[in-house]
């Protein structure tokens, strides 16, 4: 167990429609991160928050936004979803904003299917 | 793009050392390699990284060559637990580049 809580497990929706993930950090992490694993794609970075902060981007959708809050537990807003979208979302958490000694612990992650 | 290159699989008897190479010909000097593992589904695990020289922890081994091209991960004594998809990373604008990684089935 990696301290790491992603809720919900599962989640079923249709094209079109709109889900959010959410994520809390192991206790005393600032910096959320969000990746997406789809079968074509392999594990994808999309953003990262610290301290409440965006810090870093990288292929995340404009249909796609997070936000951290003051308790510091994140949230992914996914919208218009696509069949395309189908895929394991992670989060992963670290104490500070990075760097080679800033290791990642990551969450259960989220399955989410759109039909 | 992943700055590693990594074997799509590798199999090991369970009790043997796993050794799972990776090479980063393009690595700069102050650029750290690291390497998680992902066991079917769950969430990435991280296991070492290190920079120049070889490191150890309670988890693995990493071998770092004199010229960095390329590292090595020892899993000294693998079990079936260690059965997992390793990947190799040198991260790009400070940020964790999963590739492919290598598939590790270990054989009981």
């Known amino acids: 167990d990696s301290g790491v809580t992603q809720t919900p497990k599962h989640l079923i929706t249709a094209t079109g429609q709109r889900v959010t993930l959410r994520c809390s950090p192991r206790s005393g992490d600032l910096s959320v991160y969000w990746y997406q694993q789809s079968l074509d794609q392999g594990l994808q970075f999309l953003i990262q928050?610290?301290?409440?902060?965006?810090?870093a981007k990288g292929n995340i959708l404009e249909r796609f936004s997070a936000q951290q809050f003051p308790d510091l537990h994140s949230e992914l807003n996914l919208s218009s979803l696509e069949l395309g979208d189908s895929a394991l979302y992670f989060c992963?958490?670290?104490?500070?904003?990075?760097?080679?000694?800033?290791?990642?612990?990551f969450g259960p992650g989220t399955r989410l299917t759109v039909l | 793009d992943a700055k590693t290159t990594q074997p799509p699989s590798m199999d090991c008897a369970e009790g043997r050392a796993a050794n799972l190479p990776c090479n980063h010909s393009?690595?700069?000097?102050?650029?750290?390699v690291y390497w998680y593992r992902q066991i079917h589904s769950q969430g990435p695990q991280y296991i070492i990284h290190g920079l120049k020289n070889n490191e150890t922890n309670e988890m693995a081994s990493l071998i770092i060559t004199e010229d960095r091209k390329s590292s090595t991960l020892i899993l000294p004594h693998a079990t079936l637990r260690d059965t997992a998809v390793y990947y190799c990373i040198v991260p790009i604008n400070e940020k964790l580049t999963f590739g492919t990684g290598t598939r590790l089935t270990i054989i009981p």
């Open positions: 393009t690595i700069s000097g102050n650029e750290y």
């Open positions: 928050y610290y301290n409440g902060e965006e810090r």
């Open positions: 992963a958490s670290s104490v500070a904003s990075g760097g080679p000694f800033d290791e990642q612990f």
